[in-house]
């Protein structure tokens, strides 16, 4: 069988679903890796909380919900940089009153509405395939944005990273860096939250990742692999939605889950088999 | 240091200069009224106990923090140099020496081989930063200083946690350095009496600088010789505190008599 000859026996809601999720897969690879270097997964659970806000935002005001979320987000990322300043509370805490406040406006917000016009789980878990071809252009729309802005301040923002005054000095500003990098993280959170849903859109960014670590002695090959096991989860994910009929976006997330236990076990075994020498 | 040597530090074009500089945080003074001049040529050690404020000094140097006062004067164009005493890299992160190098260079690889030799650190370009020891990641940190030639060095605590003959070593490095690339070097230690020998000026820093001199060597000290033995290494150099005023515990200024 040809290519074209599968793609023409698959139904094409299951098109849609993979090449959605794939998009997504690759735009969270190096977004999931700045993530995790920073130790910034807290921060993208705010975020995905925060959607909620921006959801009930969209709905009431009848705006694209992709819109409104983005907003939330990027006004909850400017909110957290003025608030550190002050410095008096751990980012940590800051977050966890920015992360609940906002799902909390958020519930109110939607409890105000009489009837709800649309289906709330679908935010919350995601629906990969009800994914039409509008949604999928607003992810590669949207991942095309991220890309070309993280090429253009990958050398720098790795070098914040890493020292932030020895970046200093090269004439890199770290808060400016952030504030971008913050940006783009929202951007990923609104156009990609179909995918997996809200609750789990976090464990797209950071699960891959994480596996990716183990084979990683660079930066850039760390993101490659982690592009490659978030696009397997993607791919075995939608497999197993389809023979064993569980929720798509829960068994992407636990298809990622395994590959990082599998390659933590292969790890330690690699070890243990250079120790034993 | 002769006297003609002394006239040519005198000379030499001024590279950095701080100007009443005082920096608050939260109202609090961190440091106040700093003058602080840094010559071609010339190294320039500031000492202070912990508290003083020298992390701060030297990031008003760098130009990373804006004083509240004053003005950091900087002659255009030049390649500045900052050794750090650490990187503390998050262990998620994947970064060999050679990619670390490159981040802020260019140069080629037989290039960064020459630098990290210069430094003692050879063979470490295709290690994992995260293996390194503080030692080496402490010469790896020069090497990329040097990488960018610089006009300017400047070295945040580069003996802390040295033993002395390794203090010797590293001393005899910078000295090496200033004379290769004729740069300015702004060191700062906690170590309040043993000093670099080839320092041109020391600057006792407490807040405000308290007293500036010249080191005396080890050897003309017999107490201190009595310590070192008659190896006493000749990069070490010996600072005499002359206070006109002394500090509480709090930091405050309170005079004699």
């Known amino acids: 069988m040809t290519c074209t000859e599968m793609f023409a026996t698959m139904d094409e809601f299951l098109l ?38 921006g959801i009930a935002l969209g709905l009431l005001l009848e705006l694209d919900v992709r819109l409104t979320i983005l907003l939330v987000s990027v006004l909850i990322a400017l909110l957290l940089m003025v608030i550190q300043r002050f410095r008096t509370l751990s980012s940590d805490t800051i977050l966890g009153i920015l992360a609940h406040a906002s799902l909390a406006f958020g519930l109110l917000a939607l409890s105000m509405m009489p009837t709800l016009r649309v289906d709330l789980m679908a935010y919350l878990f995601g629906d990969i395939l009800t994914i039409n071809w509008q949604d999928i252009r607003w992810i590669a729309g949207g991942g095309i944005l991220i890309t070309v802005v993280l090429i253009k301040i990958w050398k720098p923002l790795l070098s914040t990273i ?78 197993m939605s389809m023979t064993l009929d569980t929720p798509a976006g829960p068994s992407i997330v636990a298809c990622g889950s395994v590959f990082f236990f599998l390659s933590l076990i292969g790890s330690s075994v690699g070890a243990f088999g250079t120790n034993s020498h | 240091m002769s006297v003609d040597d002394l006239n040519q530090v005198k000379t030499a074009e001024i590279l950095l200069e701080l100007s009443d500089i005082s920096v608050a945080h939260d109202q609090t003074p961190i440091i106040e009224h700093i003058d602080l001049t840094l010559h071609r040529g010339e190294i320039v050690t500031v000492i202070g106990p912990n508290g003083a404020g020298k992390s701060t ?28 005493q650490t990187v503390t890299l998050d262990s998620a992160l ?25 430094v003692g650190a050879d063979g470490s370009l295709d290690a994992s930063m995260h293996i390194l020891s503080s030692g080496e990641l402490r010469r790896v940190l020069l090497a990329r200083a040097l990488l960018k030639k ?3 060095l400047i070295l945040d605590e580069p003996t802390a946690g040295v033993d002395i003959t390794g203090q010797a070593a590293l001393y005899h490095l910078i000295q090496q350095i200033r004379d290769q690339y004729q740069c300015g070097v702004l060191l700062v230690s906690h170590d309040l009496h043993i000093v670099m020998a ?6 006792c820093l407490n807040r405000h600088l308290c007293c500036s001199g010249a080191p005396e060597q080890v050897r003309e000290h017999p107490e201190y010789l009595a310590i070192f033995g008659p190896q006493a290494p000749a990069e070490i150099g010996i600072y005499r505190h002359h206070h006109d005023h002394d500090h509480d515990l709090h930091g405050d200024v309170c005079d004699y008599g």
């Open chain 2, 150 to 152: 610089p006009d300017i």
């Open chain 2, 94 to 118: 994947p970064l060999k020496v050679l990619r670390f190098l490159r981040l802020s260079s260019n140069a080629g690889r037989d290039e960064l081989i020459h630098a990290l030799s210069q």
């Open chain 1, 162 to 239: 890493i020292h932030a005054d020895l970046a200093g000095v090269d004439g890199y500003n770290r808060e400016r860096l952030q504030l971008v990098f913050l940006l783009l993280l929202s951007i990923a959170v609104a156009v990609s939250m179909q995918v997996v849903g809200l609750l789990l859109i976090v464990s797209l960014l950071i699960i891959p990742a994480a596996t990716a670590r183990m084979f990683s002695s660079s930066p850039e090959q760390m993101l490659g692999w982690a592009a490659a096991v978030g696009v397997l989860a993607v791919i075995s994910g939608l497999g």
């Open chain 2, 198 to 203: 080839a320092t041109d000026r020391v600057f």
């Open chain 2, 57 to 84: 000094l030297i990031k008003t140097a760098l130009g990373i923090i804006r004083p509240d006062q004053g003005r950091v004067k900087r002659l255009g164009s030049l390649s500045v140099g900052y050794v750090p």
């Open chain 1, 16 to 53: 849609r679903a993979l090449i959605g999720g794939i998009l997504v897969a690759l735009v969270s690879a190096p977004l999931g890796c700045l993530v995790v270097w920073q130790r910034m997964a807290y921060f993208g659970s705010t975020l995905s909380h925060a959607a909620l806000l």
